[in-house]
């Protein structure tokens, strides 16, 4: 598997002074589709690049992880989650008949600041996760190579289980609750986000393709809140 189809740069700077002929050099990187510089709530730069126009979906990649934690806090302040010290284990019953009792202790926090103590199916094990017929359960069963809220362990497959705990409080599909929580209020349409094989909408970062332009609204958001 490819680790990146593409690099996605989304810029936001206080200052462009001596800066064009370091953009002007982004037309040689064969791996950049696409450049967004955002000053003071306006675009001040956009360019898009190799044969990538505004209109086509580009994939986010672990930019996903960052639109996770939104909709996680958005689900949080409508009251379908009752806070980020909440258990995961209130979402994910397995747990308490798990050997390791200190599973119990994962929290949503956890999952949001790449603490849960699980272990991770990073390359080039992603694949193993990724096929598996429930990746949830799978990550879920995977011993603790540290105390929950201790150590930092960047883990994709651990950031997925914010989208099933986001389906499993709103009762609807992590897409249907981003489009109308986040998406449709910032005039975002055009999308496409796919489910791994537990059902769930990818809360990882592999299966959401989005338009440069929404992708800064985004940005810009979190800017201005």
Not at 83 to 108: G, N, R, V
Not at 177 to 203: M, R
Not at 216 to 222: E, T
Request: glycine share 6%; aromatic share 10%; net charge neutral.
């Amino acid at each position: 598997m490819i680790i990146y189809d593409l690099i996605y740069l989304f810029i936001f700077i206080t200052s462009c002074r001596d800066k064009k002929s370091e953009l002007d050099q982004l037309v040689n990187d064969k791996g950049i589709y696409s450049v967004i510089i955002i000053k003071n709530g306006k675009i001040i730069f956009r360019q898009f690049y190799n044969g990538k126009t505004e209109n086509d979906l580009v994939n986010v990649q672990s930019e996903t992880k960052s639109i996770i934690a939104i909709l996680t806090g958005i689900a949080i302040d409508k009251d379908y989650i009752k806070s980020a010290d909440q258990p995961i284990s209130d979402f994910f019953s397995q747990i308490f008949s798990d050997k390791d009792t200190l599973k119990k202790e994962i929290t949503i926090r956890h999952l949001l600041n790449q603490t849960s103590g699980l272990k991770d199916f990073e390359y080039p094990q992603l694949d193993k996760w990724l096929t598996d017929t429930n990746p949830s359960s799978l990550i879920i069963a995977q011993p603790l190579v540290s105390k929950p809220g201790r150590t930092y362990q960047y883990n994709t497959a651990a950031t997925h289980l914010l989208s099933a705990i986001i389906s499993k409080a709103t009762q609807e599909k992590t897409e249907k609750f981003a489009e109308e929580s986040l998406f449709k209020p910032l005039g975002i349409s055009n999308y496409k986000w796919g489910k791994l094989k537990d059902g769930y909408n990818d809360g990882g970062g592999l299966s959401l393709w989005m338009k440069t332009d929404d992708l800064a609204k985004i940005g810009q958001l979190l800017i201005d809140k």
